[in-house]
């Protein structure tokens, strides 16, 4: 019914509905505003890196001008080509003024580590006393050759590393500048600034640790001079991307370790560096991050409450519905006593009063019915009395009239006894309803009589149940069984036959049990006996068992009733199955 029903068809209905509204509107937002955040995101990054080339041209320029200042101070061009000479004392009042000449020119430049003046000459001049200055005429004195033969103005080498204190080393970065002899234009010495590598690393963290960014510095041979995350290699880049060493600018977009990322450079003038960074393209501001998340989060918070009124919508109507489906199956079911209670004030709510009252209706016909099934079961059973109390009296009459004969007369005060109290029992009390013992002493009474007629042919007992003694039941349903067993289950029997009424409760029903081992039925004869409307059979009186069979139906209803089990050559069980209904004060029969 899942698919088919109304309620899954309205809510599939309106569902797509909304479905198709939010995601036109989810794809309006993507794919019409994303290229305006895309160009947005790499103006966005583009002024960025120009912020960062700025810092970096104004620290170049400061650089700059300051070891121009120093290579044109008269007190170093007049010194750098003279060899050291004079007194120790001399020589170290030398070295004290130019290194506070140096501390003085570099003061103020926080990013400044130190400064070096290096003579061709061998001797080198330092604004930290404490330097290896072997160290560092080591590191400089190549640059000579590559100052005098490409006639360059000013060199910035890679990172490297200084020992400024014994055992102390810092990263730094150094710009080297010539001093020339102004008369001879002569190359004289170098001036050596140390830049402090951690400053030029916070100036690139600062900003991209809010952009969660990748950056490098590179040279135009590809050494990459700074980068950042540090433990980062980003040589494939250089290789994937080549143009980023050739470019002056460049902007593209492309995958960087396995992003989508804009990568964008830009050229330092001072050292012929080039800033590239890349930056993942999804999103890039917090601005776009923030508008993305803002519209997602509305769209979101849309299709619940959409789907929720929708579902709530779609029981509104289908839930009164499958209440009266439901209500119909119960009723299907036997459950006449079932009502709806919709109150709602609607056509729903109409239709479930109408409903109710319906079913009362057909309540009270089924209940005018049934009395009349049972007036007229009862007029029926009656009937059958009339025709099986006068045929049993004859019977009757007959057996005393023979043992008057055979017996000299010793037994017939018995006999008549039983027979009064069995005419008694079946036709001067009232209703139809007995209790199991009273029923049982009535039967007890009916076998002295065919023990008379019978002899000693067959033997009788009981084994009931103490709780099933005051169960009620129908009057007369167990004589006809016996009866069966004693005119037609020992037929042919050379063993002596016996009968035993056994009850008892189980799965809250009463199971009174009629067992013989006569001969038997086949499993034909006995599916004819089990069927309700069977009233054919060849052994039994049919008409008897059709009577039990039928007034137990109208007394309690489908589910109760009278089943045979039989296996030819070993007797047979003829079981009733009733419901437990007590009557209170009934003392409990002794078993025979």
């Not at 039941?473 to 037929?491: K, S, Y």
Request: aromatic share 10%; proline share 3%; charged share 25%.
């Amino acid at each position: 019914m899942g698919f088919r029903s109304i309620s899954f068809r309205i809510f599939i209905g309106m569902a797509g509905l909304t479905f198709f509204l939010l995601a036109t509107m989810w794809a309006a937002n993507r794919y019409v505003y994303l290229d305006e955040f895309r160009k947005y995101e790499v103006d966005y990054n583009v002024l960025v890196t120009n912020k960062i080339k700025s810092q970096f041209d104004f620290m170049a320029d400061i650089i700059r001008s300051t070891g121009n200042a120093l290579g044109a101070n008269a007190k170093v061009v007049d010194m750098l080509p003279k060899p050291q000479s004079g007194s120790d004392q001399e020589k170290v009042e030398r070295r004290n003024e130019i290194s506070s000449l140096l501390l003085g020119t570099i003061g103020t430049q926080s990013f400044i580590k130190g400064a070096h003046i290096v003579s061709e000459l061998g001797y080198v001049y330092s604004s930290t006393l404490s330097i290896d200055e072997e160290q560092v005429f080591d590191f400089v004195s190549r640059y000579f050759t590559v100052m005098r033969e490409k006639k360059v103005k000013e060199l910035w080498t890679n990172v490297h590393e200084v020992e400024y204190y014994p055992d102390n080393y810092f990263s730094v970065m150094s710009y080297i500048c010539p001093v020339y002899n102004i008369e001879t234009q002569k190359l004289i010495g170098l001036i050596v600034l140390d830049i402090d590598y951690q400053v030029v690393r916070e100036m690139f963290s600062l900003s991209t640790v809010e952009l969660d960014e990748k950056i490098m510095v590179v040279d135009t041979e590809g050494n990459i001079i700074f980068n950042h995350p540090i433990i980062s290699n980003f040589e494939p880049v250089l290789e994937q991307y080549p143009e980023i060493l050739t470019a002056k600018n460049l902007q593209l977009r492309g995958p960087v370790f396995g992003r989508d990322s804009i990568i964008v450079t830009e050229t330092i003038e001072m050292a012929d560096w080039k800033i590239v960074r890349m930056i993942e393209a999804l999103p890039l501001t917090e601005r776009s991050r923030s508008l993305l998340f803002i519209f997602n989060t509305i769209l979101f918070a849309t299709a619940i409450i959409s789907f929720t009124f929708i579902l709530l919508s779609t029981q509104s109507i289908t839930r009164p519905v499958k209440t009266l489906i439901q209500a119909c199956k119960r009723i299907e079911r036997g459950d006449l006593d079932f009502r709806v209670s919709l109150k709602l004030k609607n056509e729903l709510g109409i239709l479930g009063d109408t409903f109710n009252i319906m079913m009362d209706q057909i309540q009270s016909y089924y209940k005018k019915e049934f009395e009349e099934q049972k007036r007229k079961s009862e007029l029926e059973f009656q009937v059958l009395q009339a025709q099986i109390n006068p045929h049993f009296l004859y019977n009757t009459l007959d057996s005393i009239k023979w043992l008057a004969v055979l017996q000299n007369m010793n037994n017939i005060a018995d006999m008549c006894t039983s027979l009064i109290n069995l005419l008694k029992y079946n036709l001067a009390q009232p209703g139809t309803l007995t209790t199991l013992s009273d029923e049982v002493e009535n039967l007890k009474n009916y076998i002295r009589i065919q023990k008379f007629r019978y002899g000693d042919t067959f033997e009788f007992s009981t084994q009931l149940d103490p709780e099933t003694c005051d169960c009620e039941i129908l009057r007369f349903v167990l004589q006809p069984l016996v009866e069966n067993c004693i005119l037609h289950a020992f037929e042919d029997m050379e063993d002596k036959g016996f009968i035993k009424i056994l009850s008892f409760i189980e799965n809250d029903k009463l199971h009174i049990e009629v067992i013989d081992n006569g001969s038997g039925m086949d499993l034909a004869t006995v599916y004819t006996l089990n069927q309700s409307d069977s009233n054919k059979g060849k052994r039994f009186n049919t008409i008897g068992i059709h009577n039990i069979k039928e007034r137990i139906r109208l007394q309690y209803g489908e589910g109760y009733g009278l089943y045979y089990i039989s296996e030819p050559g070993i007797g047979t069980i003829a079981e009733m199955v009733l419901p437990v209904i007590k009557k209170k004060d009934v003392p409990a029969i002794q078993p025979v």
